[in-house]
């Protein structure tokens, strides 16, 4: 599975749209990207995933770059509660095995 | 989402005893769970991969006859510390995936709340 690069942390006003940015220049056509939040001493949350399209859901967007070898969340509207560790992880789409390997994340603290 | 509920929470137990975690998945089916470790400030480390009604699959450098994996039916795996010591001491989470169609990547992954394990 292809590496991905995160900042290490950044910061975010509450109520503003935090943008976590995720490189993984050696992605491969199979590799979907996946985002996951890991809030503090609980298990990671699905956020959302996608191959090369914009996706939106209820919790978030993710921009895909053309050539696939970046991605950014977009939390539209910060709150407190989504202050926690933010996983960007790259996975097969067609291995029978498919594991999630976990990065360091990027830690993002929103500010009141 | 989908809901995976481990348990206990938390654990303590005395050095050489063993400690049984359960993780079930309750709206769903999942062919397909995984274990993981972390340690305090660091990411999540798989440990296994198990499939319902077949051996696990453990990562390179976790020892199979100490992490006792078994998954005996498509909503519940269960993970055994063997003869805990306090190194064995973490956050264990299982992850459990599911299945929406044949195409492996929209069956998204599920994570349980995690138990904490503290060896005195």
């Known amino acids: 599975d292809a590496k991905t690069t995160q900042p290490t942390s950044m910061d975010c006003a509450e109520g503003r749209a935090a943008n976590l940015p995720c490189n993984h220049s050696t992605i491969s056509g199979n590799e979907y990207v996946y985002w996951y939040r890991q809030i503090h001493s609980q298990g990671p949350q699905y956020i959302i995933h996608?191959?090369?399209n914009n996706e939106t859901n209820e919790m978030a967007s993710l921009i895909i770059t053309e050539d696939r070898k970046s991605s950014t969340l977009i939390l539209p509207h910060a709150t407190l509660r989504d202050t926690a560790v933010y996983y960007c992880i790259v996975r097969w789409g067609s291995s029978n095995t498919g594991k999630l390997i976990f990065g360091q994340g990027t830690t993002l603290q929103v500010k009141p | 989402g989908a809901v995976v509920s481990q348990h206990p929470s938390w654990v303590i137990c005395k050095s050489g005893t063993s400690v049984k975690i359960e993780c079930r998945s309750l709206?769903?089916?999942?062919?397909?769970m995984f274990w993981y470790r972390q340690f305090p400030k660091q990411s999540l480390m798989l440990m296994a991969t198990?499939?319902?009604?077949?051996?696990?699959?453990?990562e390179q450098g976790v020892e199979k006859d100490k992490f006792l994996i078994n998954h005996a039916s498509l909503t519940l795996s269960t993970l055994t510390v063997t003869s805990a010591h306090p190194e064995d001491s973490s956050f264990y989470i299982c992850?459990?995936?599911?299945?929406?169609?044949?195409?492996?990547?929209?069956?998204?992954?599920?994570f349980g709340a995690g138990t904490r394990l503290s060896v005195l």
């Open positions: 709206d769903f089916q999942a062919t397909t």
């Open positions: 996608g191959l090369k």
């Open positions: 992850s459990a995936r599911e299945r929406q169609g044949a195409i492996l990547a929209k069956n998204i992954q599920y």
């Open positions: 198990s499939n319902e009604g077949s051996k696990a699959t453990y």
